[in-house]
């Protein structure tokens, strides 16, 4: 050997254990390969042969009883034409074995394989074998070099041949994940074709975001689709009954379930079996029951007395879980009319209490989804100030299907020389971190422009400075605009836009104006940009107003169409109160798809 490496072979010869693993067939047959070519691992083999210059490379895996080879090159007649030998004319099944590569300069040296048939008849003299494995590590055959001359294998080439069997592996590893892929969806289907009858179920849970109304919901499909009664049972912070759901097929019996609910509540004790599943995580089938199931199970005789009433013959209960907590408890009862429940009820009813799961866990994340939205907006919204010669209002809609929180902002402050600083934004996203981020840039505008006399240009490039150099990660749109009275009664007005949707001004006679002007980066640009000042001027009674593209931008459309229409919108509105011309505008708004912020100041 050259180059410090060392040989490895065999040193037992006793029986080969691992070759008849179960598991490691199992996996080995989840390959799907067999003795005909695979384009694949021939590339391997030829990548071998090519890169260690050997004759023979071979991607050969091991079963029990023969090693049959997907990736070859180099093999003599007929061996290339079989693409398999017995193992009678195996090395690889001794890598296998052992679980180690196998290095031999001259096998027919080697007491342990000089006998093998491989030597004579497949010409084996110098052989590298290298172990392929599964992702749990088990060994499925060899990745091997093979000489037909003695050999001393270098460490880069053994380096080389390691590399190549790990990547020959990591193909392995993908033909088992697809082959489980695909089993897994056999059973998928197999699992929706048992439920058919239920094919409506995903919908009624998916249809509201309410969980008393989806367990309703529920218990009415179930009812008699599946059962003569259920009862779904929510539990409650200390294990116990919290909430519970009947429903019965009988009009007339509805009283009587909803009394069986009711009592269920505080007359289960541990024994019950709703109790019992709730606390195990487990099913519970009774194909034949009796009223001795429901008094073992409860405190006093009202219980079994009303479940004489409502029929009591087989039940099932399986528990309602997401993410391996339990939740609650699903119910099935059949009466002496109907069939007994079986093992495919279960499977039925386990897959209805994992989506009623779901349902539930969806539903309680959106609370509390919505509720941190509600905080984090109401403390980013500010309260407009008061002043005597400007009016203020502002308002802020979330769309529709999301969340209500998102990267719309606006803002208004007074400076302590009387001027006034609004400004609006828009975060790119519409998810609780674009709100951080704009809760952010809200606070970088006030501390950037707070006492300061600068010109909205110069506000606007200290706040593009800051958001680079404390290295915000925001894409985001503003417009920020000071007023300024002026001895005349109105307000000078200047305002910079980032990117952002032009402010308009609907003057006190009913015209709408349009402050456009050369559009200008967004803000958090990794590069400097020029920015600039415009100005207008506000008499009294003229409007100004700052909106977000929702307002504007919809799929079907392009922003001219939707400037277009808002424009029109705002004819005849210089009339109205401030908070009625907000509210107007988004009432009118067809088709939002957006979040929307609109803050609007009137000269007084």
Known sequence: MTDGSREHAPERAGPNHALHDPDRLRSLAETQLTAVPDEAFDRFARLVADLLDVPVALVSLVDAERQFF????GLAQPWAARRQTPLSHSFCQHVVDLGTPMVLTDARLRPAVQRNLA????GVVAY????????????????????????????????????????????????????????????????????????GLAGILAGTLDVTTALRHLGDTMVPLLADWS??????????????????????????????????????????????????????????????????????????????????????????TDGG???????????????????????????????????????RMYGEQRHVAHVLQDSMLPDLPVTDDLELAARYQPAADRVEVGGDWYDAFHQPGGDLIAAIGDVAGHDIEAAATMGQLRNLVRGNAYGRPD????????????????????AATATLVRLSADDAGGQRVSWCNAGHPPPLVVRAGGAVQVLAGMPEPLLGLNRAVRRSSRHTHLATGDTLLLY??????????????????????????????????????????????????????RAT
């Not at 997907?70 to 090159?73: I, L, R």
């Not at 779904?232 to 200390?238: E, F, K, M, S």
């Not at 010109?455 to 925001?474: K, N, Q, S």
């Not at 593209?549 to 004819?571: K, N, Q, T, Y």
């Open 70 to 73: 997907p990736g070859e090159v």
């Open 119 to 122: 030597v004579p008849d497949l």
């Open 128 to 199: 590298a074998g290298m172990p392929l494995t599964d992702l749990e590590g088990r060994v499925l055959g060899s990745l091997c070099a093979i000489d037909n001359k003695p050999r001393d294998w270098s460490a880069e080439q053994l380096r080389t041949l390691a590399d190549l069997a790990a990547a020959c592996s990591s193909e392995l590893r993908l033909r088992i994940a697809l082959q489980g892929a695909e089993q897994a969806r056999r059973r998928a289907e197999e699992a929706n074709g048992r439920l058919e009858l239920l094919a």
């Open 231 to 320: 009862l779904i049972t929510l539990v409650g912070p200390d294990g116990a009954p919290r909430d519970v759901t009947a429903a019965h097929r009988d009009p007339t019996r509805a009283p009587d379930v909803a009394r069986f609910a009711e009592l269920m509540r505080t007359g289960l004790n541990a024994d019950s079996i709703t109790r019992t599943v709730l606390r195990t995580g487990r099913p519970v089938l009774r194909s034949d029951a009796t009223l001795a199931d429901v008094r073992r199970g409860t405190i006093g005789t009202d219980l079994p007395e009303i479940a004489a009433r409502l029929g009591f013959s087989s039940h099932l209960s399986v528990p309602i």
């Open 325 to 363: 907590r339990v939740l609650g408890c699903i119910t099935l009862v059949n009466g002496p009319r109907r069939h007994r429940f079986d093992d495919s009820d279960l499977l039925v009813a386990v897959d209805v209490g994992r989506r009623a799961g779901q349902a539930i866990g969806n539903s």
């Open 455 to 474: 010109a909205v240009d110069e506000l606007m490039i200290r706040l593009d400075e800051t958001i680079r150099g404390l290295r915000i990660p925001a």
């Open 548 to 601: 977000t593209d929702g307002l504007i931008e919809r799929r079907d459309r392009s922003i001219d169409e939707g400037m277009a229409e808002l424009v029109a919108r705002l004819d005849g509105t210089h009339r109205l109160p401030l908070d009625e011309f907000c509210d107007l505008l988004l009432t009118t708004a067809h088709h939002r798809e957006d979040d929307v912020a609109l803050l609007a100041v």
